[in-house]
């Protein structure tokens, strides 16, 4: 047996990421590493109107072309019957009724929806070729009137984007206590309302979208090597397009350069380069430009609310109503039907006690990219309403606006909960994070601190906002542990690492329930044909989801070894113990190794290696209390972010360090939202107006102050673990909160709301109006 090293580093203790040495010395395996024998290169054309018929394509310049092996139309796609792509959620997930959408075609035919979709695909022996041939094809189009906005799809003749969706409208739906709601506020003593928009952003991960894909004639099976965080699911989309069963495609995703919920669902280019390899009968290459992703990913948010709270005299809420509407792009893809109907209400009120809830949700498409998901899908639009209310409500009723979150606050011992809507929320100490996170914020010097700033012309503001939200993503997942001849163990899940550090804390699970070492342990994911399913990951679902199947693969394999055990060391089976990495007779010194017993069981024919697959039936609910301090020059309206405290409760702490990246992530993210970033059409042509970085600013190190987080951790009890995810609290919390601040910093000037990032013109503006 080869010799190891014997580092057992468990659950709860912070050894150093081990795949980090791999991506810093550039050994990372990310798309563009790979290599492929008789590589060609493809490029798709994409419309430059964001709406127009297509009344013809000519493509027989571009086929003349050097070195084109292909010019692929939806002609063609029509020739070899491929199908078009429809929602992963198609039906209200509470009422079963159908949403109104069209599918996405392969390649635009009749008509484009956006600025940016896909109508023809170039096959060239290298890059530079099929970007030159990609010019020379020439589409006839018309153009039609576009429109960028949800308020301009439902107006009274707006321009219909697809027959399917009368319209414009995918999803008109009201749900909840709409006739006690209306009781309560007309019994309320305070009614509040406010007018928010959760404007798009582009999620822009840093290795973009790309696939190479290739056929073996001899098989029939087509490989796809992809970036993705989701590749069983939708390798089953992809397969479905391609009119083929799942098992006839793998997909293989090695090192993932991040997701961030862009890389969450299939693409068309996924089916395209697919049918291109068939085509062709080479293995073909394409990587999204820059340019691509900003026309064509999956952007998030861009959601408007009209909201009211009804709280009675002594700041108790009474009810909550929320209107909104969600713009959908261009496409109803991914689970965009699924999101509104699902997370958005499945949190609606937060974690505080609202009898009375009343929601009306409308989803519509326009002219732009579609939706998917980023950080927080759904979670993050509920917080950012309940939260900005809150601060309303403190500013109209007097009442210090922690005192009236802590006064509404769900206690500990009415846990576990369930809210108006009969979702139940296992676990957390609510009340006791949002003090934790004012006093280690230093709330109390905050006077003094203003004070200070005003001495330098400044306006500085405080603003806080409490999170949660369900994590645990598509419900099944399983995990495959096996014993090697080597003395190693080969960890198979179904689960996918796209940079959050599962290489080391997942071998901590094995190293808590077995005694195996760390560097024993191999992770091996991202194929589909090595594991029959997988849920990816999304929704910080990969410690909950695979961290509970590697548990209970783990009880399975301690009950195997305690047979095996048992027959070598002639014991009865009642006798054994599993301790640490040995099996041991009660009250004796005998004992036997893990990976002896594992021998033992190759040579028997009795094998400890195990699979497990499981399917949850709950969520874990990670929540905290995220509070920030600004600086705004009043002349140039530019806000400065110059605290940030936070207490979250992610349960058991697997790797607080990698808890504590994750979570500085999802701050930097949200922050970028609150402060930076903002897709934005321009409404008459419908082009993307930030379409670029030089449009498009991403937050860098400068924009952010050093992030102060603590813990407060209540266990999960809803699996074995006590985990919670802990990847997306930041983004959900971050935008409130700094709203909130910025507003606290100009409620002096008369200032009481802004719309969109808090740019340093769009705060001037603000400025300007109140005077």
């Given amino acids: ?39 060609v290169h493809a ?24 070195g084109v092996l292909a010019v692929l139309t939806a002609a063609d796609a029509a020739a070899d019957r491929l199908k078009p792509f429809r929602p992963y959620a198609e039906t209200n997930t509470q009422t079963g009724e159908r949403f109104a959408f069209a599918p996405q075609p392969l390649l635009a035919h009749d008509k484009v929806r956006f600025a940016g979709e896909p109508v023809a695909l170039v096959v060239a022996e ?32 707006a321009p219909q984007l697809a027959a399917e969706i009368p319209a414009n409208t995918c999803l008109d739906w009201q749900t909840g206590d709409i006739a006690g709601a209306d009781a309560a506020f007309a019994r309320a003593a305070h009614v509040v309302s406010l007018a928010l928009g959760n404007h798009r952003v582009v999620t822009n991960p840093m290795e973009p979208r790309g696939a190479v894909g290739s056929f073996d004639v001899e098989t029939g099976r087509y490989t796809l090597h992809v970036s993705s965080q989701n590749i069983h699911i939708n390798r089953t989309f992809v397969a479905r397009s391609l009119g083929l069963e799942a098992k006839d495609v793998r997909f293989v995703a090695r090192d993932v350069g991040g997701g961030f919920g ?28 820059r340019s691509d992703v900003f ?23 009474l009810a909550l109503r929320i209107a909104s509407v969600a713009n959908l792009g261009a496409y109803m893809i991914g689970v965009g039907g699924g999101v509104l109907t699902n997370q958005y209400v499945h949190l609606q009120g937060s974690v505080y006690r609202i009898p009375s809830i009343a929601l009306h949700v409308v989803a519509v498409v326009t002219n732009t990219a579609p939706i998917g998901v980023t950080r927080g899908p759904g979670f993050a639009e509920a917080i950012n309403v309940v939260e900005r209310l809150i601060d309303e409500a403190a500013r109209q009723t007097g009442i210090d606006r922690a005192e009236l979150r802590r006064r509404n606050m769900v206690p500990p011992q009415a846990m576990p909960m369930t809210n ?41 503001g405080l603003g806080f906002a409490y999170h949660i939200k369900g994590t645990g993503g598509p419900p099944d997942e399983n995990v495959d542990v ?36 760390n560097e024993r342990v191999r992770l091996i994911q991202g194929d589909t044909d090595l594991i029959p399913a997988g849920g990816g990951h999304g929704s910080s679902r990969a410690t909950y989801m695979g961290g509970t199947a590697i548990w209970r693969a783990c009880d399975e394999i301690i009950a195997k070894g305690t047979v095996l055990a048992a027959e070598a060391l002639e014991a009865a089976e009642a006798d054994i113990r599993f301790e640490g990495d040995r099996f041991v007779v009660s009250g004796t010194d005998r004992a036997i190794g893990l990976f002896e017993v594992a021998a033992l069981g190759r040579e028997k024919g009795k094998p400890l290696d195990t699979f497990h697959a499981w399917t949850r039936e709950h969520m874990t609910f990670p929540n905290g209390a995220h509070v920030v301090e600004v600086e705004i020059d009043r002349d140039t309206g530019r806000v400065e972010l110059v605290r940030y405290t936070a207490v979250d409760d992610y349960g058991v702490l697997v790797n607080p360090m990698v808890a504590t990246g994750q979570a500085h992530g999802a701050m930097a993210q949200g922050v970028g939202q609150a402060l930076l970033e903002q897709a934005v059409y321009d409404p008459k042509s419908g082009q993307m107006v930030t379409g670029s970085f030089m449009d498009y600013a991403l937050p860098r190190a400068d924009d952010l102050p050093s992030f102060d987080l603590g813990f407060n951790g209540t266990p999960c009890t809803t699996n074995p673990l006590g985990v919670k995810g ?40 603000a400025i300007e109006a109140a005077k």
């Fill in 1 to 39: 047996m080869t010799a190891h090293p014997s580092t057992i580093d468990t659950i709860g203790q912070s050894p150093r990421r081990r795949e980090d040495r791999r991506f810093v010395t550039g050994q990372g395996a990310y798309l563009d590493d790979l290599r492929f024998e008789g590589l």
């Fill in 43 to 66: 490029v798709v054309l994409r419309s430059p109107h964001a709406h127009a018929r297509i009344h013809s394509i000519n493509v027989e310049a571009a086929r003349r072309a050097p």
């Fill in 126 to 157: 290298n890059k530079a070729q099929a970007l030159d041939a990609a010019e020379l094809i020439d589409v006839d189009y018309e153009a039609l009137p576009a429109i960028t906005t949800a308020e301009a799809a439902r107006a009274s003749g």
């Fill in 262 to 289: 862009a890389k969450n669902f299939a693409y068309v280019e996924h089916a395209l380069i697919l049918w291109a390899a068939r085509r062709t009968g080479r293995a073909v290459k394409w990587i999204a430009s």
């Fill in 295 to 317: 026309l064509s990913d999956h952007a998030a948010r861009d959601m408007q609310a009209d909201a009211s709270f009804a709280l009675d005299a002594e700041g108790r809420f």
């Fill in 420 to 460: 108006a809507f009969g979702f139940q929320v296992d676990s957390g100490h609510f009340a006791e994070s949002l003090d934790a996170a004012l006093s280690r914020a230093d709330r109390a010097g905050f006077i003094e601190r203003r004070t200070e700033s005003a001495a330098r012309g400044r306006l500085r």
């Fill in 482 to 517: 096996r014993f090697e001849a080597d003395g190693t163990v080969s960890l198979i899940t179904g689960t996918q690492h796209i940079g959050q550090g599962h290489e080391t804390t997942f071998p901590q699970m094995l190293a808590t329930r077995l005694g195996v070492a």
């Fill in 726 to 765: 802990c990847g997306e609290a930041g983004a959900i919390a971050a935008f409130p909160a700094i709203a909130n601040a910025i507003l606290d910093a100009l409620a002096p000037l008369g200032v009481r709301n802004f719309e969109g990032p808090a740019s340093p013109a769009r705060i001037w503006q």
